[in-house]
């Protein structure tokens, strides 16, 4: 996501992240703070747990400063997240 977007630590503004209930090793926002984005607000939560749901997912809604249009943005899906946008297609951009 940061990579195929071109995103700097000095240009996330917040970030919220939601894991499956399963996924509780260690909160998300930590490896953000590793990444060395130190003055945005982060906030981990949980997805409702619908039954059939994909399982063992991460979701990142990131909110960054830019000057780039929302169809310039690229969304990633990877693996079996993929299924939560078929009308989406990643292409990973330079």
């Known amino acids: 996501m940061v990579a195929a977007n071109g995103v ?3 240009d996330v503004a917040a970030a919220l992240f939601t894991t499956t209930t399963e996924l ?3 909160f998300p926002a930590r ?6 984005w130190s ?3 982060l906030i981990c939560g949980n ?3 619908v039954p059939g749901s994909l399982d ?7 909110l960054i400063n830019t000057e780039k249009r929302s169809d310039e ?5 990877l693996k079996g997240a993929r299924l939560l946008r078929p009308d989406r297609e990643y292409h990973p951009r330079g």
């Open 24 to 26: 509780d090793a260690d």
């Open 47 to 49: 997805e409702i747990a």
């Open 31 to 36: 490896a953000a703070r590793e990444m060395g």
């Open 73 to 77: 943005m690229v969304h990633v899906y």
């Open 8 to 10: 700097r630590a000095e």
């Open 39 to 41: 003055d945005a607000p």
């Open 56 to 62: 063992r997912c991460l979701r990142i809604l990131l």
